[in-house]
């Protein structure tokens, strides 16, 4: 297994002056760490939709198509195909939204695959799989009812996001090098996404927290219109900065 490393980044609220460390992504798709972040970030973005969502309209979608030789063919196979079914008729009058989760495993080939939660009146399940087979050729197309609580839902769509990246058929020796072939085509891609009615939720920033590389600029006297109003006088940080610097306090 590859070496995942984590940088931090010190945070300081500028009204409390209260500090913290914050784990800074290793970039690695991979990295079991920055997975779990990120579905719980994911999580926290999106559970406050589904805790008001219309239960009986959510469904669970897995699209599924034949194995490619590369990693980068499936992705992009995966990702036409999707836009395409997206723009069809059959699914652009009877979804609203979607949250979709790529996943990717292999067992000789690549084998690249979407789970989508999706927020619809009803799906043709028959008209779906012809659909998707003259997309990619593939042929297992499953369609559930979600029967859960809503948040269960997501956070089963949310699960694939942490999944563990399996290998079958790969020799010992061999191993690194394939999860150094996943985490460089992976990098950035959008492995999940959202659209409709889910599309372009935005957790809202707490303006008080600042790197330190901020706070540094500060001290300097070089203070951004865009910050201004973070402190209602700014004699009175500086007052406070230069207090926690005598006492001993690291920025
Ligand atoms: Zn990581």
Redesign the pocket.
């Known amino acids: 297994m590859l070496p ?1 490393i ?1 940088t931090t980044t010190r945070l300081v609220n500028t009204q409390t002056f209260q500090e913290i460390d914050v784990v800074n ?4 798709r991979s ?1 079991p ?2 997975s779990k972040v990120r579905s719980q970030r994911l999580f926290s973005l999106y559970s406050p939709l589904f805790a008001v969502i219309e239960p009986s309209k959510l469904s669970l979608l897995t699209l599924t198509f034949p194995n490619t030789n590369t990693l980068s063919e499936g992705l992009f196979v995966l990702k036409n195909a999707v836009s395409h079914l997206r723009h069809q008729k059959l699914f652009k009058d009877k979804v609203k939204g979607g949250l979709a989760s790529i996943e990717v495993t292999y067992n000789q080939g690549w084998h690249v695959h979407v789970h989508m939660l999706l927020y619809s009146d009803f799906l043709i399940r028959k008209k779906l799989i012809k659909s998707w087979f003259k997309l990619t050729g593939g042929y297992i197309v499953d369609v559930r009812q979600v029967k859960t609580e809503p948040l269960q839902a997501l956070n089963y769509i949310l699960k694939y996001v942490q999944k563990g990246l399996k290998f079958r058929g790969v020799p010992p020796e061999q191993v690194d090098d394939f999860y150094y072939i996943y985490n460089a085509t992976m990098y950035r891609f959008r492995s999940f996404f959202s659209f409709g009615c889910f599309y372009g939720v935005k957790k809202e920033k707490s303006p008080d927290w600042e790197s330190v590389d901020y706070l540094e600029s500060l001290k300097k006297g070089v203070l951004s219109h865009k910050h201004s109003h973070s402190f209602s006088r700014f004699s009175d940080f500086l007052d406070e900065l230069s207090y926690k610097e005598s006492r001993g306090l690291t920025f």
């Open positions: 995942y984590h992504s290793c970039g690695n990295c760490i920055c």
